[in-house]
């Protein structure tokens, strides 16, 4: 297995189903929403609003999808320079990779994401504006593992 | 004296190390060592609580059993527990609740673990639809990369800088030097921090605390036994907290994906780790200007700082000022983790909130050596249990 982020051809599968969708290049998070409150959540919610002073029937009734905006600001970053354990699939050798905790401004939440391959901690500041799109995240023999991922706007 | 006030009559350690052996062996020799502290035997003691490490086999789910069957079946009261980084201090609660209700008069608490090396990883198996598996799987997200997001944050915020975290490390390197019971017993400079490798930007390897074996336990009793037993003034436990986050919890932590939302409600007024502390303050009817030391979890040398703040010794953004100022150092107005903290001693879970009790309770006694504070009357033990738990807790002269 590897995690170049570098497109083998192979057929593409989410690494997870339903938290994210890169349909037409419009990639989102998904998750829930609450229709009698208004709380977004990520990842999805499909059991009760977690708001304790929600009006809704909080029997999960409430929850509808919702997909999440695609921009944020970057509310803090870090990376990794050491091999984690798994089941995080990690290429040989072991490539480094940096996070962003990324703050949504509608839905007023921090979302953390993978960065994409190439972007280091010397790329970003917080504040930067980034955008969410799809990277791999790992490969096996039948297919590339997509994620989401935040890059930089500019 | 409060009513909610319990006796501290025993504390007790394995030193904590590396040690390669079953965390029942450190767990049996620091009960014995609080009983005997306590002038008490195994057979005095009328509750056991013990706190669960879950990564050593069933024994370790089922701590309080495991170790009320090494120190021989006696027929006490039991209870097992597992709050995360907070179990020790969940198991002192078990117990303080036990004596304040007059079921029991004399309690043992009881927490250890044998940890493995390297990053703390998720038990068991392949687990998708378990958070703390998801984590890994997905993003990568090691406990090292979350004390990294919050302390990039903390240098975005507040100005804090590598070598105010590299302080912090030097500190705890002097203050645990003479504590028999830490792992790390060694000076450590500005240069070593700044020279260690990144683990996860902006922490280096001598930021991050590491993950250690040990053992505590304390024996706790009402105010009546302790008179009974001749001790007039014994250290007391005046309050404990264990408080949930207040929804929206609006700072990550392990092992979230994402924060809760503000949309629909706004951010409470306290975070979770500044509600666990205020919510023992209250309950002792004292604040932080009467505290005279502080044990915090520095699972990373920034999350100290962020304690400092949390426990109200400063103002949010004023904790770099009053580390710089020496306050926090052995010898200033308000020391923090005399003990060494976890830079000296490294994490044994389970053990690490009873550890904090101990070192205040000798601390208070005045029998802490090498590393007294001066007229030590009161303390706060303070532990992000991560995962929703967390403990603060006061302890008296």
Redesign the interface.
Known sequence: MSTTGVSTGRERRP??QG?FTGADGDVRLLGTR?AS???????RNELAC?????AGPRDGSELEEYAFSRRGRV????????K???????PDPFVP?T?A?VELE?????????VVPGVT?DDL???MEVELTEGV?YTDDDAEYT?WMWRPVN | MSTRDIAVLGAGMHPWGKWGRNFVEYGLAAARTALADAGLTWQDVQYVAGADTIRNGYPGFIAGATFAQALGWSGAQVSSCYAACASGAQAIANARAQILAGLCDVALVVGADAAPKGFFKPVGGDRPDDPDWLRFRLLGATNPIYFALAARRRMAVHGATLDDFAAVKVKNGRHGLANPNARYRKEVTLEDVRESAVVADPLRLLDICATSDGGAALVLTSMDFAKRHGITKPVRIPALSTVTPTFPKTVLDLPDFATDSAMAVPEPDRPFRSALPHAAYEEAGIGPEDLSLAEVYDLSTALELDWYEDIGLCEPGGAEDLLRSGATTLGGRIPVNPSGGLACFGEAIPAQAIAQVCELTWQLRGRAEGRQVENARAGIAVNQGLFGHGSAVIVTA
């Open positions: 690494a997870i938290w609450c409150c208004g709380t977004p959540y990520f990842p977690r708001n304790p002073r929600c509310w803090s970053y870090a990376d990794s320079r050491y984690p354990p798994a089941p995080y699939v990690s990779y996070v905790a509608t839905e007023r939440m921090v979302v953390l994401g993978q901690v500041e917080v504040g995240l994620v």
